[in-house]
């Protein structure tokens, strides 16, 4: 019961609509009927501005974080509950029950529980996300391949076989939940970061 306990609770704290209220509290209204349409710091960059960004990334990274240690704490530290608490906490931010099981795309949600959970496995992706995001400006590619190179850092690490697991499922969600920004890129009409919407 407890580790079903923690990962009901990482998944609320998960789910606890960050993007959405900074942005309310920017005077933005409904983030989800602006640019994209999702609750995640781009689509706030684009909407709000770069404090109100900040604002949404460093609470994302810090609720992920968050989420996982409270699931640890719950789960008595056992390492299959605390893994698929990381996996609740993306799934909340992904399908929050507080907008109607819509939200973001979850990737700063997993790096801050990814971040909990194995740290060392983390850090190797965070250039990764940098260097491809800097030099495409594509920040759904930087999101895609860092989130890719956690599970294969867990694993060469030699972190347990849940964490590596949790990595993997939180890759996939990652991936699945920019399904249509992969679209794009290989029809060439991804926005870049800092590029306007162009009327035809």
């Known amino acids: 019961m407890s580790g079903v306990l923690a990962i009901v609770t990482a998944y609320v704290v998960g789910a606890v609509p960050v993007g959405f209220l900074v942005a309310r509290a920017f005077g ?20 709000a501005g770069r404090v109100a960004a900040l604002g949404t990334l460093a609470g994302d990274i810090a609720k992920g974080y968050g989420a996982v240690w409270t699931g640890a704490w719950l789960a008595g ?15 909340g931010n992904c399908w929050s029950v507080f907008l109607g099981f819509r939200g973001g795309k979850g990737v700063a949600t997993g ?29 759904s590619l930087g999101s895609i391949l860092g ?30 939940r920019h399904h249509a920004n992969i679209a794009r890129l290989v029809a060439g009409t991804e926005r870049r970061l800092g590029e306007k919407r162009t009327l035809a």
């Open 147 to 176: 989130a890719t190179c956690v599970p294969l850092g867990a694993l060469l690490l030699g972190y347990p076989r849940p964490f590596v697991v949790a990595a993997l499922m939180v890759a996939g969600l990652i991936i699945v």
């Open 28 to 47: 933005v209204g409904d983030i989800r009927r602006h640019g994209s349409g999702t609750i995640g710091a781009t689509n706030v960059l684009r909407t």
């Open 111 to 139: 790096l801050g529980a990814l971040l909990r959970l194995a740290p060392w496995a983390v850090l190797p992706a965070i250039p990764v996300w940098l260097a491809v995001a800097l030099t495409t400006r594509y920040v």
């Open 77 to 91: 530290g056992e390492p299959a509950p605390t893994a698929f608490c990381v996996v609740a906490a993306v799934v």
